[in-house]
């Protein structure tokens, strides 16, 4: 007689439905059906579950302590060698998250069945599903591989989307509903700590705390902040206002930070401040046509200490002259308006909050035809502002705009640029001035 005219996915399943012999019930009350012969045959876990003196070896319905669909997906694998949720594209959030939390619950029964192989085949899917998701599905990897003790490996996957998307992932709206181990996990990651400026990363314990929740999360985010946000590098405007009346940090650690900021802010006023000079700017720099035009004060790439430079705006046409710094990995013949650090008629904030690598203190100066601006950047050791950028305008006492700019210095340093639109705009670079 020939063999009956099937398939081989259709011969495994009959093993689950006409010759099924057990039946395996979910921890949810999910029931599977199986062949005990042909798990045992493909898993050692179930040879001996089965073949042994264990009891289940006599029970027609055996309990394990995973969600049937979870068990689902693992006799799936262990007869065909695939699983189709690890297949099937993500529809909308809340069901990939769903589908999701499963893979990765199926990667801890691949674990706890020995099966190496279905292991492999999940950090793989869960790193596909990362790679352009939501950051709801990075929060749910990290909370699954610290709940259920998974492969490190899963963490890392997710802590590096989070590390290159900040902007995306790490916001008010996104964390509310993380789980704190989760918060303590990505705060704990140095390469996403290294680029949070500190400000930020007490705006995230802060919206976090005040979402709404079954339990109060106030006492568990003042020990975030203890731990895990250096009060001192948070600018002194901030501290004494967003800070101070959170209700998160006490009066004796409000002390201790201005205390610190004290100390680091005498130490970075005994560097001397260094006049930047240069070729392109030491004449006058005059728009001749129509469309944004950048030009950059030809210095070496400032890494370090502090500087300053004055220029004489001496023609401006219809408010369109910018002064600041970019990195020269970001100068090229016509500057990219992202790289932009600084103020001045129109404000950038946008622009630079994007590069989540400085703080906006002041969104804004203006000045006019006619003013005198001087920039003063400081890249000291111990700088209490982790760089800063701060501007005068016609001798008023200078205002820092832009914190944090140490995180650019790995680009190579700054430049001092200088961006008009108009035609007939001109500025010219202030030489040989006094030191203030």
Same mark, same amino acid.
């Given at each position: 007689?020939?063999?009956?005219?099937?398939?081989?996915?259709?011969?495994?399943?009959?093993?689950?439905?006409?010759?099924?012999?057990?039946?395996?019930?979910?921890?949810?009350?999910?029931?599977?059906?199986?062949?005990?012969?042909?798990?045992?045959?493909?898993?050692?876990?179930?040879?001996?579950?089965?073949?042994?003196?264990?009891?289940?070896?006599?029970?027609?319905?055996?309990?394990?302590?995973?969600?049937?669909?979870?068990?689902?997906?693992?006799?799936?694998?262990?007869?065909?060698?695939?699983?189709?949720?690890?297949?099937?594209?993500?529809?909308?959030?809340?069901?990939?998250?769903?589908?999701?939390?499963?893979?990765?619950?199926?990667?801890?029964?691949?674990?706890?069945?020995?099966?190496?192989?279905?292991?492999?085949?999940?950090?793989?899917?869960?790193?596909?599903?990362?790679?352009?998701?939501?950051?709801?599905?990075?929060?749910?990897?990290?909370?699954?591989?610290?709940?259920?003790?998974?492969?490190?490996?899963?963490?890392?996957?997710?802590?590096?989307?989070?590390?290159?998307?900040?902007?995306?992932?790490?916001?008010?709206?996104?964390?509310?509903?993380?789980?704190?181990?989760?918060?303590?996990?990505?705060?704990?990651?140095?390469?996403?700590?290294?680029?949070?400026?500190?400000?930020?990363?007490?705006?995230?314990?802060?919206?976090?705390?005040?979402?709404?929740?079954?339990?109060?999360?106030?006492?568990?985010?003042?020990?975030?902040?203890?731990?895990?946000?250096?009060?001192?590098?948070?600018?002194?405007?901030?501290?004494?206002?967003?800070?101070?009346?959170?209700?998160?940090?006490?009066?004796?650690?409000?002390?201790?930070?201005?205390?610190?900021?004290?100390?680091?802010?005498?130490?970075?006023?005994?560097?001397?401040?260094? /006049?930047?000079?240069?070729?392109? *700017? !030491?004449? %006058?720099?005059?728009?001749?046509?129509?469309?944004?035009? +950048?030009?950059? =004060?030809?210095?070496?790439?400032?890494?370090?200490?502090?500087?300053?430079?004055?220029?004489?705006?001496?023609?401006?046409?219809?408010?369109?002259?910018?002064?600041?710094?970019?990195?020269?990995?970001?100068?090229?013949?016509?500057?990219?308006?992202?790289?932009?650090?600084?103020?001045?008629?129109?404000?950038?904030?946008?622009?630079?909050?994007?590069?989540?690598?400085?703080?906006?203190?002041?969104?804004?100066?203006?000045?006019? /035809?006619?003013?005198?601006?001087? *920039? !003063?950047? %400081?890249?000291?050791?111990?700088?209490?502002?982790?760089? +800063?950028?701060? =501007?005068?305008?016609?001798?008023?006492?200078?205002?820092?705009?832009?914190?944090?700019?140490?995180?650019?210095?790995?680009?190579?340093?700054?430049?001092?640029?200088?961006?008009?639109?108009?035609?007939?705009?001109?500025?010219?670079?202030?030489?040989?001035?006094?030191?203030?």
């Amino acid at each position: 007689m020939a063999p009956k005219g099937i398939t081989f996915e259709q011969a495994f399943a009959s093993l689950r439905t006409k010759f099924h012999d057990v039946t395996l019930k979910g921890n949810d009350e999910v029931t599977v059906r199986a062949n005990r012969t042909a798990l045992a045959s493909r898993c050692e876990f179930f040879e001996k579950l089965f073949f042994s003196d264990f009891k289940e070896a006599q029970c027609e319905t055996v309990q394990i302590g995973f969600p049937g669909a979870v068990l689902e997906a693992t006799v799936e694998y262990i007869l065909t060698n695939k699983v189709a949720i690890l297949d099937n594209p993500n529809s909308n959030e809340a069901e990939a998250l769903e589908k999701l939390r499963t893979v990765l619950l199926l990667a801890s029964a691949a674990a706890y069945f020995d099966l190496e192989e279905l292991g492999e085949m999940i950090k793989k899917a869960v790193t596909t599903f990362v790679e352009d998701a939501q950051p709801s599905l990075c929060f749910a990897v990290l909370e699954e591989s610290l709940k259920n003790n998974l492969s490190e490996e899963f963490e890392e996957v997710a802590l590096a989307k989070i590390h290159s998307n900040t902007s995306n992932c790490l916001h008010g709206t996104a964390i509310r509903d993380v789980h704190l181990s989760v918060l303590k996990r990505i705060f704990l990651d140095d390469r996403i700590k290294s680029s949070l400026p500190a400000f930020r990363a007490f705006e995230l314990v802060q919206a976090w705390a005040r979402t709404e929740s079954a339990e109060d999360k106030t006492v568990a985010a003042k020990s975030l902040i203890v731990e895990h946000v250096d009060l001192e590098t948070i600018a002194p405007l901030e501290l004494s206002s967003n800070v101070s009346s959170s209700g998160l940090v006490t009066l004796e650690q409000l002390t201790e930070a201005y205390k610190r900021q004290a100390l680091r802010a005498a130490e970075v006023l005994e560097f001397p401040i260094r /006049q930047v000079f240069g070729q392109k *700017l !030491t004449a %006058s720099f005059t728009v001749t046509s129509t469309g944004w035009i +950048s030009n950059c =004060i030809a210095c070496a790439p400032i890494t370090e200490g502090k500087h300053q430079w004055t220029i004489d705006v001496k023609k401006d046409i219809n408010t369109h002259i910018w002064l600041g710094i970019a990195t020269p990995t970001g100068f090229s013949t016509t500057l990219q308006q992202k790289t932009y650090l600084g103020t001045g008629v129109w404000s950038y904030r946008g622009n630079c909050q994007t590069h989540n690598q400085c703080q906006t203190l002041s969104n804004g100066m203006t000045f006019a /035809q006619g003013s005198r601006v001087t *920039l !003063t950047l %400081s890249l000291c050791p111990n700088d209490v502002n982790h760089g +800063s950028l701060s =501007i005068s305008v016609d001798g008023n006492s200078p205002v820092t705009s832009f914190t944090n700019l140490c995180n650019f210095v790995g680009d190579g340093g700054f430049m001092p640029v200088v961006t008009m639109h108009y035609c007939g705009s001109s500025v010219e670079l202030v030489d040989k001035m006094e030191l203030v």
